[in-house]
């Protein structure tokens, strides 16, 4: 069981607006600015898409965004795409014990 | 631009020990405040961080695995490696060697390709 919970899938239409939480508690998500969001796509490595909570790398595209509201975290998908279908994972700074906690991942699935 | 590269052997036997190596590619591994990180994916699960080992050579571990992990760096080939000790089928999964941010930051880019492990006799 992870750390960090997930919903198991969610899915939208093109164009539309999806949301992934990411549930965690005082001691990890609530606790510290450092939630950052992972793109995966069969086969291939993940893609950081935001780190400490809101900021966006260079070369990720302005629809993926970050925010955080007491120990639950989220991303929004603003306008989905086709090629947004794929596994998303949140992560999550847990202290001086854990360091380190995921989520279990969620499946985006373009209707 | 920074590129890790996984690997080592793809069938490991239960109690032994798995052996994986990361390869990085555009930055030293022995300069600048970042942590060298294996997380792994069980099939069908989500991840799950190993552990990292800084620059300066500090370790770092995940409780669960503590007992039988061992992470280090080799400077001199610019590469980290993850020791796990007796391994059981529960090991089984993809392995990914990535980069942690400076201190006080924590996130992890650029990441491998991932290296599949199982355990099986």
């Known amino acids: 069981q992870s750390a960090l919970t997930q919903p198991r899938s969610v899915s939208g239409s093109p164009g539309q607006p999806v949301t992934i939480s990411c549930s965690g508690t005082?001691?990890?998500?609530?606790?510290?600015?450092?939630v950052s969001w992972y793109q995966k796509h069969p086969g291939k490595a993940p893609k950081l898409l935001i780190y400490a909570v809101t900021k966006r790398p260079s070369g990720v595209p302005d629809r993926f965004s970050g925010s955080k509201s007491g120990n639950t975290a989220s991303l929004t998908i603003s306008g989905l795409q086709a090629e947004d279908e794929g596994d998303y994972y949140c992560?999550?700074?847990?202290?001086?014990?854990?360091?380190?906690?995921f989520g279990g991942g969620t499946k985006v699935t373009v209707l | 631009q920074v590129q890790l590269q996984e690997s080592g052997p793809g069938l490991v036997k239960p109690s032994e020990t798995l052996s994986l190596t990361c390869t990085v590619s555009g930055a030293s591994i022995s300069s600048g405040d970042y942590y060298w990180t294996w997380n792994r994916q069980p099939p069908g699960e989500g991840l799950e961080w190993i552990g990292y080992v800084h620059y300066s050579g500090s370790t770092y571990y995940n409780p669960s695995l503590k007992s039988r992990v061992t992470i280090s760096l080799d400077t001199s080939k610019n590469q980290f490696s993850l020791k796990l000790s007796s391994v059981t089928a529960a090991d089984t999964a993809v392995y990914y060697c990535a980069r942690r941010s400076e201190t006080g930051r924590v996130w992890f880019d650029p990441w491998g390709q991932g290296a599949l492990v199982t355990v099986s006799s």
């Open positions: 005082s001691s990890d998500v609530g606790g510290y600015s450092h």
């Open positions: 992560c999550s700074y847990g202290g001086n014990y854990i360091h380190v906690v």
